[in-house]
């Protein structure tokens, strides 16, 4: 039951993180491209809320793919000390998926209090597209719950590889 929750959840997750991904790409991709060419082609037209909506994309996909290096193992960790005191490997890995833990509940709690003080000021709104911020800042919180569970994934196949192994 538990192992059929745990796969799940990560076939989910890996779906979110693959496709936001993604389209993120592909939006900051197109309109990066649009105003290139509109710039190149014509002397006056200019999509003024294209380094806007770039810069947003970019924000969206670093911390959604946080998220994807935690799936990969991908996380800076302490790699040269259990190459040389294979013990060691475990404890240390565990460690750093702690941090991990750790920081991702930071991104919980400190990105719901500045989701909601984002969306509790009616001014605060990207300058070009007039979008609301408390939109943007709601990744934070998200994120950070998608890499605590991420991390958890992580820690049971590090535990129970080490089990086995």
């Not at 939109?135 to 919180?141: D, E, G, H, K, Q």
């Not at 991420?150 to 535990?159: I, K």
């Amino acid at each position: 039951m538990l192992k059929k929750t745990f796969q799940t959840v990560d076939r989910v997750f890996r779906w979110f993180e693959e496709w936001s991904l993604f389209m993120a790409v592909m939006v900051a991709l197109l309109v990066a491209l649009a105003n290139v060419i509109l710039r190149k082609a014509t002397a006056d037209v200019n999509l003024y809320w294209s380094d806007e909506v770039v810069r947003k994309t970019i924000y969206f996909s670093t911390y959604i793919g946080c998220i994807a290096a935690v799936r990969s193992r991908s996380l800076i960790r302490i790699d040269a000390l259990p190459q040389m005191l294979p013990k060691l490997k475990l404890p240390l890995t565990m460690f750093a998926n702690l941090a991990v833990l750790v920081f991702s509940a930071l991104m919980v709690r400190l990105g719901w209090q500045m989701t909601v003080m984002m969306y509790e000021d009616e001014f605060a709104r990207t300058a070009s597209l007039q979008i609301p911020e408390w939109i943007f800042y709601a990744v934070l919180p998200l994120m950070g719950a998608m890499m605590f569970f991420r991390t958890l994934l992580v820690m049971v196949e590090d535990w129970k590889e080490s089990k086995a192994g």
